[in-house]
C-alpha cells in the first residue's frame, strides 16, 4: 500500500482564530486515529497534510476532509495529493496505476551493486502517455535507474 500525503485547507473562509486552529489540530488528532492516519502541521496554520496508507486514494481524502469537518467545525477544501515514496514496487505499481497503465517490474544490480528497474509496458500504451513522462515519474519515485521496454 502506498502513503497519500492529502493537503487541506481547513479554513478556507479564514474565520478560526489562531487558538480555534490549535485546538481544531488537536481535535483532529484525535480523530484521525480513527482511520489512522497521522496529521502533520503547525498551531496556527490553515493547512494541514494528512498521510494516510491507502490503496483507495479518493475514499481516504474523503475520509481525512471529514475528519477535518468535524474537528474544525468548518467547510475544509482539499488540495493536492502526493504520495511519500519508499522506492518500493509498489510506489513503481502507484506511479504507474497514476498514469492508467499496469506493467511487469524487475529488479536487478548494476555492476556497482545499485537497482536497475525494468518496466515493461504495452507499446499500446506508450501512444496514449509519452515515454519520458513516465520514465521521469518512476525514476523520482524509485530513486533508481529505470529501463522502460515494450511487448
Given at each position: 500500500?502506498?502513503?497519500?500525503?492529502?493537503?487541506?485547507?481547513?479554513?478556507?473562509?479564514?474565520?478560526?482564530?489562531?487558538?480555534?486552529?490549535?485546538?481544531?489540530?488537536?481535535?483532529?488528532?484525535?480523530?484521525?486515529?480513527?482511520?489512522?492516519?497521522?496529521?502533520?502541521?503547525?498551531?496556527?496554520?490553515?493547512?494541514?497534510?494528512?498521510?494516510?496508507?491507502?490503496?483507495?486514494?479518493?475514499?481516504?481524502?474523503?475520509?481525512?476532509?471529514?475528519?477535518?469537518?468535524?474537528?474544525?467545525?468548518?467547510?475544509?477544501?482539499?488540495?493536492?495529493?502526493?504520495?511519500?515514496?519508499?522506492?518500493?514496487?509498489?510506489?513503481?505499481?502507484?506511479?504507474?496505476?497514476?498514469?492508467?497503465?499496469?506493467?511487469?517490474?524487475?529488479?536487478?544490480?548494476?555492476?556497482?551493486?545499485?537497482?536497475v528497474v525494468h518496466v515493461v509496458l504495452d507499446r499500446a500504451d506508450l501512444e496514449r502517455v509519452p515515454e519520458s513522462r513516465i520514465h521521469t515519474a518512476?525514476?523520482?519515485?524509485?530513486?533508481?535507474?529505470?529501463?522502460?521496454?515494450?511487448?
Amino acid at each position: 500500500m502506498r502513503t497519500a500525503v492529502v493537503r487541506i485547507d481547513v479554513d478556507p473562509a479564514g474565520e478560526l482564530s489562531p487558538e480555534g486552529l490549535t485546538d481544531g489540530l488537536a481535535a483532529l488528532r484525535a480523530h484521525l486515529t480513527e482511520i489512522p492516519a497521522v496529521v502533520l502541521g503547525s498551531a496556527g496554520s490553515r493547512e494541514v497534510q494528512v498521510h494516510i496508507e491507502t490503496g483507495d486514494t479518493e475514499a481516504a481524502v474523503h475520509a481525512a476532509v471529514r475528519a477535518c469537518a468535524k474537528a474544525f467545525g468548518t467547510e475544509p477544501v482539499p488540495g493536492v495529493v502526493t504520495y511519500v515514496s519508499r522506492g518500493t514496487d509498489a510506489d513503481a505499481h502507484g506511479v504507474l496505476a497514476g498514469f492508467g497503465l499496469r506493467g511487469e517490474l524487475r529488479r536487478e544490480p548494476d555492476a556497482d551493486g545499485f537497482d536497475v528497474v525494468h518496466v515493461v509496458l504495452d507499446r499500446a500504451d506508450l501512444e496514449r502517455v509519452p515515454e519520458s513522462r513516465i520514465h521521469t515519474a518512476l525514476e523520482a519515485s524509485l530513486n533508481c535507474e529505470v529501463f522502460i521496454h515494450t511487448r
